[in-house]
């Protein structure tokens, strides 16, 4: 299936969800809205003529115009095709719907998104810092992150 | 003094009664224990805080991190493309020739370079040996999770002779930034061929040797076999790939669904797990789909050096590495644990703009938790070995 | 001169040294084995061991023991200090305890008691509560599993062990090692394993039963002395050691040697039960007092190497896995044996 198609199925089926796409680059992307993404992936995970099961790669974003995201590549094993979706939210309100309920992979990946960019992803059933200690203050991945000077009187820069 | 995190729900030890023949009730309480970071068989820095009733385990809670050395935040402060080699090789230590290519597939499909035939073969040479080298530590390390400390040794010792193969041609044994961007940064020495063939003659029987020695030892196989069943629809739910998800019974392999490079030339079966000692799934399956795959690795390398055609192997290496802006790709390819992907975004500048590496050990081990609960400790290190996990891709 | 003479005639000085003659024939025995278990590992693995302290490594052992003699002695701060501190004794008590019943030869056994086999299995009990008190006692969540794997381990194999011996018993007539050993004199076709000094008849429909009866007790013994692959309460891979974590230094050397001499000596009980003890397989050539410890001690040593060479071959057996092993299928062949042995001697 290209991505028109699958573009045209979605747009038929949650219309406003559907914000954006682009055609004309090597992978084309889809921009869903952050408030609708677990609805959407149910649909394209159980969708018989879709049928995105498997959950390739979930990363966070930082576009250092004060925008974060989220960047979803699905493929599917029984299909064999490939799709890229893309979230957006602004610094001020950084929140998207978890996926984790239909793809149990996006638990991890999300909160490593959480833990690196402090995006907060609601409905998601323990988030919590998975690659910092838990302690840690800031968000590293973030264009403006600066390091803390002191952890636990270890001194962090070197 | 350092607070140890606490679990993640307000977790309350279960405490229970048990009522004996003659009538005195014993209390029981299940316990908390943790195998920390410095474990000898937890195959590097992982915490596994498990929650146990007896021997049984009721809930296993991975804490990973220890191994973070920011790899994604390096690679936005590189001045070239070029310069990520070397940290995409310390990923995954045990297999660094498929992280090089991987990171260099994708830049390539960024610039739109097309490389000579013979890089790509060579390329396909390197990887399927690097491949055989990680099986044969994950092969070898499992035995010794199991008690059967001999294997562990075999294994190295026919790993030499790939690490020699290596040393040979780039000058390093396990990390070796020798696939770059656009080409390699050596050609094949000329004693590389003989070396190669003689190796694949030497390991045939080895393998066999193994076989007998360890996967169908009758105490083995009461280990593993119906243990950690990790069922098709579960792996495919958490995105588990590589070895783990053809144990499971699903045939899918990288190299021929999604083809790359020259893999669709050569022939070749993906080694699907059949359930022939228990359940489809468990961990001999896991095991066993590994071991068939070094077989189908010295297949592949013997046609890939049949093949080899000739040509510069620096030709296509670019001078100056500036994709065009707000170009981005994910590209996934098939290393030695699985689905190892590199999502590159590009600003137009000679540094990325983001690279997330999506590390298959990482993916892999989301899914311990699910499929450790009900067994005993002395299954979850058989699990977790079975995962074959390398800390530094969990955490990069 | 005559000091050592006048020693030498008071009774308890004499069996006080009498007594420490087998603690002597351990310490000597155990470079012996360090050395053995090192060397066969490392050929069964395909490299080489130690190869530079003394020709070949020989003198490694002892460097072994120094080491571990000058060691600092740590006892963790929550632990339970007087345990800690007895553990490794009493199960070293337990092992040495066994070796006063042990015929080393014809005119020497520590002890002629006429219960000699009922005692080795009474004493080798001791060992369990050492290991249980070591487990306990660390005060480690780990060694806790080690210990109580340990004990669960030792008490389920004590029972092929004890019903392997009652097999001998039925067919000697006494419990008396002693005795058991002088009733399979005369060559290699009087030993028990083949059925004993019994007619041809007999021994015929006895051989099958006593050779399965040697094998079952040979692998109830490996699982007595904690070795792969039943080593699950120091498996090295889960347990960090299992109850062994805590000890450093000397503590940990006498659960090392007692570890190595139980090897020995259970070893040395199948030798004396089933394969003639002290006694020349040639009948009367090479015997003799003294060659009957030679005997002896060649015949156990055979066997330790052959403990030695299945542990480096062999993967490990889970707790459940040793447990059905014990009692779903070695006790029930055991019994059947004990049947038909009991059958065949009565009619």
Known sequence: MTAQEIFDILKTKFGDAIIETKFDTMQPWVRIAPNKTKELCSFLRDDTALQFDYLSCLSGMDYSNGTFGVVYHLASIVHKHKIVLKTFCTKDNLHIQSVSAVWGTANWHEREAFDLYGIIFDEHPDLRRLLMPDDWEGHPLRKDYKVQEFYHGMKVPY | ?????????????????????????????????????????????????????????????????????????????????????????????????????????????????????????????????????????????????????????????????????????????????????????????????????????????????????????????????????????????????????????????????????????????????????????????????????????????????????????????????????????????????????????????????????????????????EIAKGGMIADLVLIAGSIDIVLGEVDR | MEFIQTLLANELVVSILLSLLPLIFIIAYALVVLYTEMKVAAHIQDRVAYMRTGWHGLLQPIADMLKLLQKEDIIPDKADKLLFRLAPIIAFVGTYAAYAVLPFSSIYIGSNINLGAFFLVAVGSLVVVGILMAGWASNNKWSLFGGVRSAAQMISYEIPTAIAIIIVVMITGSLNLQDVTKFQDGGIGNWVVFGGPLPWSQKLMLMPFTIITFFILFVSSIAEVNRTPFDLPEAESELVQGFNTEYSGMRFAMFYLSEYANLFTVSAVGVALFLGGWSSPFGTFMSGPVW???????????????????????????????MYVSWKVLTPWLFACLLSVGLILVL
């Open chain 2, 1 to 369: 003094m350092l607070q140890p995190p606490t679990l993640p729900t307000d977790y309350t030890v279960k405490q229970g009664h048990i009522k004996t023949s003659t009538g005195k009730t014993i209390r029981t309480e299940e316990m908390i224990i943790n195998m920390g970071p410095q474990h000898p068989s937890t195959h590097g820095v992982l915490r596994l805080e498990i929650v146990v009733d007896g021997e049984i385990i009721v809930d296993c809670i991975p804490h990973i991190g220890y191994l973070h050395r920011c790899f994604e935040k390096h690679c936005e402060h590189m001045t070239n493309y070029q310069q990520v080699i070397p940290y995409a090789d310390r990923m995954d230590y045990c297999s660094a020739m498929t992280n090089e290519w991987a990171f260099a597939l994708a830049a390539e499909r960024l610039l739109k370079i097309e490389v000579p035939e013979r890089v790509e073969y060579i390329r396909v040479i390197m990887a399927e040996l690097q491949r055989i080298a990680s099986h044969l530590i994950a092969v070898g390390t499992y035995g010794i999770d199991s008690g059967a400390f001999t294997p562990f040794l075999y294994t190295f010792i026919d790993r030499e002779k790939i690490l020699d193969l290596f040393e040979m041609t780039c000058g390093a044994r396990l990390l070796y930034n020798y696939i770059w961007i656009g080409g390699l940064s050596h050609d094949l020495p000329p004693k590389f061929m003989e070396q190669a063939k003689d190796f694949i003659r030497y390991f045939r029987p080895r393998l066999k040797m193994l076989n007998d020695l360890l996967s169908y030892n009758e105490i083995f196989v009461k280990r593993t076999a119906n243990v950690g069943v990790l069922p098709k629809d579960v792996a495919i739910n958490y995105a588990v790939s590589g070895p783990q998800l053809r144990g499971s019974g699903v045939n899918w392999d990288l190299r021929r669904d999604d083809p790359y490079s020259i893999y669709h030339k050569l022939e070749w079966e993906p080694q699907v797990g059949k359930g022939e000692m228990g359940t489809v799934g468990d961990c001999w399956d896991r095991h066993i789909v590994r071991m068939h795959e070094m077989e189908q690795c010295l297949n592949i390398i013997e046609q890939a050096l049949a093949g080899l055609p000739e040509g510069n192997v620096k030709a296509a290496i670019p001078k100056r590495i500036r994709p065009e802006k707000d170009a981005e790709i994910y590209i996934r390819t098939e290393s030695s644990r699985g689905e190892l992907g590199f999502y590159i975004v590009s600003d137009g500048t000679a540094s990325p703009f983001r690279v997330k590496a999506r590390g298959p050990a990482f993916v892999n081990l989301s899914v311990l938790p």
């Open chain 3, 292 to 322: 009957g410890i030679f005997w002896f001690v060649a015949k156990s040593y055979v066997f330790v190497l052959i403990q030695i060479w299945v542990r480096w071959t062999l993967p490990r057996l889970r707790v459940d896995q040793l």
